[in-house]
């Protein structure tokens, strides 16, 4: 089964090289003989089902197999031998890679990192070496081996303390320049990151630790570990991985595509309810209040009300028959629909169903066909509407008295005042706030129940999540089986949290809960960490700090400027770094995010917006909140006084903002670098830069130019505001803009064409 190796007599390194390379040749020779045997699998199938079934078998076998470039393995493991006695030492040896490659008489050329042999390449340690020798990390450019490091476990344990420090594989990885793609880690998982890979499917598993120590990359890793070894119980159709924002679910999505696991769900936590028009704004407490668990049984109740009540006759004509229900009877089969399990649509089928029996027993000579029953039809809508979760919440909403009734004593006034508020006139305009959406969620579940259930499920950045949107992801669960995601220290909004009990007494509760912590710091350079570090006694004095594996290439720039000059260095700034190849990410909070797209526009610089999803550019704009789960090569804070006066737990959302690079940090402020005294109240001393758009044309301007900056205007009123007040929005800047003319053209208004 495995491919035995004659212990080799000590190598030169280059004779070693080329006795490595011939084996990754004759790897990659198999592996492309694979890929040829799946493209000819004859299509010939019993049916058309099973040949559709059988092709999409091989599109998914050739789509997992690594391109035909790239390297077959990235290290090697030899075993002790059996016997070390024995005159004849024979010592198995395994190479290391992403996929199981056999030769044509099924010796195992490499074995793939997801099985207990890979297992061993991660975990061994000079403490506990597992029965191995040596491992083997290679260096490849492509198939090509240019070199590789051996640890000798023997050597090892004389030589080290301590083996969980970063290897020269390790380094070389974490010194890659990023994108905005997240990429595997399969090559070089530590030993902790695979214990928790490989931890039990059968659980609650909360992966916790701070700002880069690989949260994100283990529990994508863990999805493809227990999709291929669980493969019994496990489908990727079966797995759902749920994200904070859509640009962070961009940013993992080519993750376990890369590692051959292409039909697994990934969403953002909004998608997760109704798809409905979003963009409305909700103060603080209201956010607050509607992610409350007791908001689901305000829900409950709410629908519960919506139950009639039946006439003490109730009359129907069908074709020129009267038929009359009395009150009690009607009334009898909406208690038994009330009381009947389910969904509320459902119990209304069993409501017409029941009614429908009615008018036909006891010849009262209602008719059969049910094409006829019209009549009981518009009695089931008076007694138990048929509604959308949409417009049911519409309605709830916009009446005080409904919510009254359904709050049941557990709301008081002032809170129901903060729920009420007025709905549009029609349903297709109302705008709904991100908190408005897991309520929309429950109401499905109340009235259809929950449409897809999966058996395992991961929750990035969890520690954020309200109640109700836990509930959410707690009813999309079919087994309780989870994986969730977070660092307390990063744990900001309406919902921060100090414990993960408080995430965890919202998801389901019939297996195991395990919280396990990663303490290496794999992203963030040591200079930049201990700068950030300094927020935490503040941020999160229980959060034990992380230890960064490696130092940056220099200190943190820090850039103390007059608020007139802050956008553009910071423009400035990013500008220098993109045209060093960096990948850039300016967080900026909201009271500078204007000023800062005008700078960029006026440096001529192109730029992604995290709020739309993109991270697609050089420079990319994201404020503190969407930098959570982000990575870039260089990263510009701008004004940390106003990102801490952003949030409540505004200390935490700064560590966030510093936690972003895996090499350069700028700060770019009027206001203190590092406010660690200052709370969410301070910064009305930091004298504000009002943007100033003069009127004058610029009489270069041309039409590209022209057309470039109407684009940021758009992109602006975009990322501002939701569609339909557009209109209203362009209207006000035309005022605005006719106002300016005026000031500044005493003569004339600027004209707008028609
Ligand atoms: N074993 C490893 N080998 C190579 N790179 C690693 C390893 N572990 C983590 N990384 C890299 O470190 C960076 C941070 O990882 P990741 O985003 O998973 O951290 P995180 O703990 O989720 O961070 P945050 O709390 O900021 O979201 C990523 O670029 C990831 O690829």
Redesign the pocket.
């Given at each position: 089964m495995v491919k035995i190796a004659e212990r080799r007599p000590v190598q030169s390194k280059s004779a070693e090289l080329a006795a490595e390379q011939q084996h990754f040749d004759l790897a990659r020779k198999h592996r492309e003989r694979a890929r040829a045997e799946l493209g000819e699998v004859p299509d010939a199938a019993v049916n058309a089902g099973a040949g559709r079934r059988l092709a999409l078998f091989r599109r998914n076998r050739k789509d997992a197999l690594a391109a035909p470039e790239e390297q077959v393995a990235f290290g090697r493991i030899d075993c002790e031998p059996a016997d070390p006695s024995a005159d004849s030492k024979i010592e198995d040896t395994f190479y290391i890679g992403r996929e199981t490659i056999f030769d044509d008489s099924r010796q195992v050329l490499v074995v793939n990192w997801q099985t207990p042999i890979g297992t061993l390449y991660y975990e061994a340690t000079h403490e506990d070496p597992r029965g191995l020798q040596r491992k083997r990390t290679f260096q490849c450019a492509g198939n090509q081996v240019r070199d590789f490091d051996d640890v000798v476990f023997a050597q090892l344990a004389e030589a080290v303390a301590e083996l969980e420090g970063p290897d020269g594989a390790?380094l070389a990885?974490?010194d890659r320049g990023?994108t905005g793609a997240?990429?595997d880690?399969v090559?070089?998982?530590?030993g902790a990151?695979s214990r928790l890979i490989r931890s039990p499917l059968d659980q609650l598993l909360v992966i916790e630790?701070?700002?880069?120590?690989?949260?994100?990359?283990?529990?994508l890793h863990r999805v493809s570990w227990l999709l291929f070894n669980h493969r019994d119980r496990l489908r990727p159709q079966d797995v759902l991985v749920v994200g904070p924002h859509p640009a962070f679910t961009r940013y993992i999505r080519t993750v376990l595509p890369s590692l051959g696991d292409t039909d697994v769900a990934q969403l953002d936590i909004d998608q997760l309810g109704p798809p409905v028009q979003r963009g409305r704004p909700e103060d603080p407490q209201t956010r607050r209040l509607k992610g409350e668990a007791r908001m689901a049984r305000l829900l409950a109740r709410a629908l519960e009300n919506r139950v009639g009540t039946p006439e003490p006759a109730e009359r129907m004509l069908f074709d020129g028959t009267f038929v009359t229900l009395s009150g009690v009877e009607v009334a009898a089969a909406v208690a038994s629909a009330r009381q009947a399990g389910g969904p509320y649509a459902q119990r209304r089928q069993r409501l017409r169903a029941q009614l429908a029996d009615l008018v036909r027993g006891r010849g009262r000579g209602g008719p059969t066909d049910p094409e006829r029953l019209g009549p009981v039809e518009n009695l089931l809508e008076r007694l138990w509407p048929l509604q959308s979760a949409a417009a049911f919440l519409r309605t709830l909403l916009g009446s005080q008295a409904r919510l009254a009734n359904a709050a049941a004593g557990e709301f008081t006034p002032e809170e129901l005042a903060l729920l009420h508020r007025r709905g549009a006139d029609k349903l297709s305009e109302q705008i709904w706030s991100n908190t408005d959406l897991p309520l929309l969620d429950e109401l499905e579940e109340l009235l259809n129940g929950v449409s897809r259930r999966y058996r395992h499920i991961v929750v990035?950045?969890a520690q954020d999540l309200s109640p109700m949107q836990l509930r959410a992801v707690a009813r999309r669960s079919s087994t309780g089986s989870l994986t969730v995601?977070?660092?307390l220290a990063?744990s900001t909004g309406a919902w921060a949290r100090d414990h993960w009990g408080e995430v965890a007494e919202h998801l389901p509760a019939q297996l195991p809960q395990v919280v396990v912590g990663?303490r290496y710091g794999?992203?963030v350079p040591r200079q930049v960490y201990e700068l950030a570090a300094e927020l935490l006694p503040v941020a999160a004095p229980d959060v034990e700090p992380t230890r960064a594996v490696r130092d940056g290439p220099g200190d943190p720039g820090v850039h103390v400027v007059e608020p007139a000059e802050r956008a553009g260095r910071a423009a400035l700034i990013a500008k220098d770094h993109a045209l060093g190849g960096r990948f850039v990410g300016i967080v900026c909070p909201a009271a500078c995010r204007a000023e800062v797209e005008f700078a960029l526009h006026a440096n001529d610089l192109q730029w992604g917006r995290a709020d739309q999803g993109e991270l697609d550019r050089a420079i990319n704009l994201v404020s503190p909140q969407e930098a959570?789960?982000?990575?870039f090569d260089a990263v510009v804070v701008v004004e940390p006084e106003e990102i801490v006066a952003e949030d409540e737990r505004g200390h935490r959302l700064l560590f966030?903002a510093l936690?972003?690079t895996?090499r350069y940090l700028d700060i770019v402020c009027a206001g203190d670098p590092l406010p660690i005294e200052s709370g969410p109240d301070v910064t009305s001393r930091i004298p504000r830069q009002r943007m100033v758009v003069e009127p004058d044309a610029d009489p270069t301007l041309d039409m590209a130019q022209l057309d470039r900056l109407a684009e940021d205007l758009a992109a602006l009123v975009v990322g501002g505001a939701p569609v339909p007040m557009w209109d209203e929005v362009l209207q006000r800047t035309a005022a605005l803009l006719d106002e300016r003319a005026d000031r500044s053209r005493p003569s004339g208004r600027h004209r707008r064409s028609s």
């Open positions: 390790l990885e974490l990023r997240m990429t880690i090559a070089t998982i530590q990151q630790g701070g700002p880069g120590t690989g949260k994100t990359a283990v529990a990035d950045e995601v977070g660092d990063q990663l794999y992203r959570k789960g982000l990575e966030v936690t972003r895996i």
